[in-house]
């Protein structure tokens, strides 16, 4: 069986940087892309970026790049995604999927940044 | 550009059929898409894909009551045999040069 599993919610401070994880199982990780999707309150889906685990090319929308760095660990088949610094506008729910046409959804992590 | 359109809101009696229409710009008429269900307080769930002949693939544990089909630019999701479960917000999407979602149909079930 596939599956995503991300880590847990997470509280933070403006300024503070934070590290997210999506650990995949269930197939082949260096075989498929891994994308992180954001969610805020009464809006879509928003793309963040990609990352092909097997040779680590990554792709960033252009509303996230330089904003969040996307890497991955093939060893322990997990995705990362990370922010040096948050601001409160950072405040989301954050989904990792994988493949370019998504056929299968991480559970979510919460991010709550307080200013 | 590839946008993807899909109506803001739809909604349908409980037990009967409903179609959710994903339509791509002109010019894009070869591509797949996925479909997602987003319920509330839940992640996202893959549906089926749907390619540009019509052909869909379902994600696994998908009810048969949920089908793919397309003509021209326009991708659709079929819902049958509605149930209240189904209230949930739909989104389609695919890929470019990066990550395309549509705006989302907020399904409501009569």
């Known amino acids: 069986e596939v599956r995503l599993v991300q880590s847990g919610a997470e509280v933070k401070k403006s300024g503070d940087s934070l590290k997210i994880s999506c650990k995949g199982s269930?197939?082949?990780?260096?075989?498929?892309?891994i994308a992180w999707v954001r969610q805020t309150p009464g809006k879509g889906l928003e793309w963040m970026g990609i990352i092909y685990p097997g040779d680590s090319d990554t792709r960033y929308s252009p509303s996230f790049q330089g904003q969040v760095t996307i890497s991955a660990d093939k060893s322990i088949n997990t995705a990362y995604l990370q922010w040096s610094s948050l601001k409160a506008s950072d405040s989301a729910m954050y989904y990792c999927?994988?493949?370019?046409?998504?056929?299968?959804w991480g559970q979510g992590t919460l991010v709550t940044v307080s200013s | 550009q590839l946008v993807l359109t899909q109506s803001p809101s739809a909604s349908a009696s409980l037990g009967a059929s409903v179609k959710l229409t994903c339509t791509l710009t002109?010019?894009?008429?070869?591509?797949?898409i996925a479909w997602h269900q987003h319920q509330p307080e839940k992640g996202p769930r893959y549906l089926l894909k749907?390619?540009?002949?019509?052909?869909?693939t379902k994600g696994d544990g998908i009810p048969d009551r949920f089908s793919g089909s397309s003509s021209g630019v326009e991708r659709y999701l079929t819902i049958s045999s509605l149930q209240s479960e189904d209230e949930a917000d739909y989104y389609c999407?695919?890929?470019?040069?990066?990550?395309?979602f549509g705006g989302g149909t907020k399904l409501t079930v009569l």
């Open positions: 999407q695919t890929w470019d040069t990066g990550m395309i």
């Open positions: 999927a994988r493949g370019q046409l998504v056929d299968h």
């Open positions: 002109s010019g894009h008429i070869s591509y797949a």
């Open positions: 269930g197939y082949s990780f260096t075989m498929y892309w």
């Open positions: 749907v390619s540009s002949d019509g052909r869909h």
